[in-house]
């Protein structure tokens, strides 16, 4: 791990050496000798990484060199920082000898700085020579480097062996209407592959056409009931989503008990670990006179006896060894390629340290899959097993084999709570902020961004058997996670490293609520660098305060305590990433958030406050900036973002208001000197310039806030934005006429739009931008049948009807319509009483929603996602429905991550 930081920095102060030289004045000559010492002592550090586990001696030393290191990049950007915009100063003469003398005794003081982090550099090596530890050089396959390759599709399956006897059980269970099994619980050892069965079970035909809602939540040790209770009501009843999350806890209780007797629904409660995370919840599950079905994965028999003894309990078993063999096949090989005899022999024999456990075998998979070297493979695992199986080895053997620019993005995830379904392009750029990206890594001039890098990085994590993902609707990684046990590995190998602290804070009553081992003390020997704040409030500040001087990464999750972390903006001046979500602030963000000049990633994203400080125009680093705030809370904004020239994504307040300095003859913000902004979220031809835009010619990704100005659409089409890849329109407030919906016609960017109020009649589809991705109609009032104008747009994957969209009595679809479609809702159609649907119509079909619609009686049998006519429930005729494909794939996925 410690190979890695001292190569990140390395590369880094090389960049900033050839960016940066003017800047350096003085002090070129030190850097440079820094630079040189950091390469030499990184040769050690290989042969080091591998003694450390087992010595305790060589681990003190690895730790004193990350730290070493990471104090040689924050002494020269803090004075390249200083520097700059003295020398950058249009001043006089008078003023210019006086600022020389300042820069002077700048120069010294940091060139006294590096001086004294050679010195410890060079008594660090010769301590580790005279140890014994020898200088190696790495080979290929530890650099990362530009390629240009571009990750432009998915390709995730999670690949399943088996267990046909255990589906058949567990559906033949679901599909019974008796009242005394309505719980069904699947229970074995971690890593057996409970949570895959149950998502496999659910993607039966039988099971998805049984139920009118189906659910899932992860439980985990980190339990939330309230939590919980939310997450499984919006899946139920999306429509109610707003009135959900204003709800008291015991009406959440009641609310879901109720549709749970109302309705036949299938709730999964995945990964519930105690009979008290059960004891919380189950005053919301109904165990009589219901239909509904509640699903169980636990790790704990007991547990399930609990829940309901004369539920079904199922055990998992292990693999047999030729279902291990046919997963390691899998994961390991192509189709095309051919197992010869050693092969087969060297697979079975690492195989036996297996154990059985999918999660183990998808793991060795990994490994054998990135080395043609089978007989590599198996005498380095020889090194790490004796003859019994043991899983931990082989997910710690993954992580040892991982090349030295991967592991810090491996253990960066541990920082997220238990189960998180972690955005992952939000990670992805944390990443780069942190700088797990090493500047030779990518090429802007042959259009491979910092990002394109990021996410073959993820690619290799998910190739490994090491990350978990999630797919939108459009076969986009949307989310990414760890399993339990490799979290497990994760978190023991960061905190063992000085990598990351994990601060699982005590509720209220003085319980922990998540496992012992998470909760780490915050006394250590090595400086902590990265932070993870779970839970309420932090106890004893001033302790903390003094932890966090050479912080550079905090996240919090579940946080109150807004006063308690007035000390970061002070104390925390090397932070890079500040993640600051869902917190109710005091007002404003105090103006000492300028003095955090080495941040790049700052996310406000769910957090309260009103205002922004003007000192942020100090934040010249930022790459990465989310000031949204609350959806509906008005915030007003500085107007300095233009100085942040190296932003890379910005995503603006829903409402917001400009203040003090003007942009023109308005009030408006100035963007025009973002040249490297490549996402642009929320932005207002009310509070900014329309014509800024032109000038943003890297702009790949553009969301605009709700507007009633159509003109903007002609507008971007003159700027011909080259990069852009997708854009967002909001149009509302007033009637649109066909001709004024015409406009869009030019637009030929892929895009998404949402449109709010009176239709008279919607143009042919020749008008409407030819490769819409998705169509919201709200308040349209449309008499006329939408769909036979719709089913022709041939990109439409999303399309939504709601709040009288349409007023009429019949819809149809036609055969062949919409051959892209894959969700689609219709919500709050009073006189909507026929739908027909055509044979070979929507054949994509993959979500299908309908709420208050309570004239309508049937779905139609044309719907590709169903086998017949399905009765609609009579209190509002609705239901929702997923459907899930899956579809083989290759051994090596590719990543496109979908943007937020």
Known sequence: MAESVVSFVGQTIGKLLIDEAKFLWGVEGKVKDLQRELELIRCLLRDADSRREHDETVRAWVVQLQDIAYDAEDVVELYILRVAPKKERNIVKACACFVAKCMCVQAHE??????????????LRTSMQA??????????????????????????????????DSIKELVKELLEDGKQRRVISIWGLGGLGKTSLARKVLAQDEVKNNFTGVAWACVSQECHAKDVLVDILVKLVPDQRERIMQMRDQELFEALY???QEKRCMVVLDDIWTKEAWDGLRDAFPVMNTRSKLLITTRN????????????LHELRCLSDLESWDLLKKRALLETEVVDGNMKRLGDELLKKCGGLPLAVNVLGGLLADDNEWERVYEKINLYFSDKSDVSKVLALSYDDLPWHLKPCFLYLGGFPE???????????MWIAEGFVPPNAYDEQRE???????EQFLAELVNRGMVQVRLNLSGKVKTCHLHDLMRDLCVSKATQDCFLRILNVPQDNGTEDCSPSMAVKLESSCKIRRLSLNKRMIPEAEQIRSTMLH??????????????LQPIFINCKFLRVLKLEKITMSENLPESVGDLVHIRFLSLAGSWFRSLPQSMGNLVLMEFLDVSGRELDRATMPNVFWKMTRLSYLRLPYLYVVKEEFHGDQKKLRLDSLKNLRTLRNFSPTYCDVSDLGKLTNLQNLSFCVSDALEIIPQLVKFNLKHLQSSSFTFSGRPFTKDELSKMSSYHSPCKLWIGGSIEKLPEHRYLPQRLTKLVLFHSYLKEDPMPILEKLQHLVVLMLRFDAFVGKEMVCSAG????LKRLLLNWLGNLEEWRVAEGAMPRLSQLGISWCPSLKAVPEGVHAYDSPEDLYADHRSMYRDVWRYIPRGRSRDVDISED
């Open 301 to 312: 028999k007991d547990v399930a006896k609990y829940i309901n003894p004369q539920g079904l």
């Open 551 to 564: 912080l550079r990464t905090l996240m919090l999750f579940n946080f109150r305590g807004w006063e308690q």
């Open 419 to 429: 189960d998180a379904q972690i955005p992952a392009r939000k990670v992805l750029r």
């Open 258 to 260: 109720k549709i749970q």
């Open 448 to 454: 491979i961004s910092a990002e394109d890098v990021a």
């Open 131 to 164: 140890y014994g530890i020898q200088m190696m050089q790495g080979g290929e396959r530890e650099h990362a480097s530009a390629s240009a390759t571009k990750w432009t599709h998915a390709h995730f399956e999670e690949d399943f062996v088996g267990r046909e």
């Open 817 to 820: 319509g919409f051959p892209q």
């Open 110 to 123: 940091v060139g006294t700085e590096i001086d004294g982090l050679k010195s410890r550099i060079s008594n």
